[in-house]
């Protein structure tokens, strides 16, 4: 499953929070996220005013980016 450039290269870390390089329909979507133990997240994405949060626990281990797959199916889903 491709997860819509969540790994390139405009990603960076500082002061506890992720900067992602996401994608909305081809084109970038700046995203701030913290991401805790266990699956908890909190994304931020200033251009469509939008936060995101998941509050979960992983006691089986699973793919790491399946918080991205959610905010891929969000955006996709918003309109700007």
């Avoid at 929070?17 to 994304?43: D, F, K, M, N, T």
């Amino acid at each position: 499953l491709p997860l819509k450039g969540a790994l390139e290269a405009r990603e960076g870390y500082g002061y506890q929070w992720w900067i992602l390089g996401l994608e909305r329909r081809g084109e970038p979507v700046p995203c701030s996220a913290g991401l805790g133990y266990g699956g908890q997240i909190l994304c931020v994405f200033p251009t469509f005013e939008l936060v995101i949060v998941m509050n979960a626990l992983e006691w089986i281990p699973a793919p790491h980016y399946d918080w991205v797959r959610l905010a891929n199916t969000i955006l996709d889903a918003v309109d700007a």
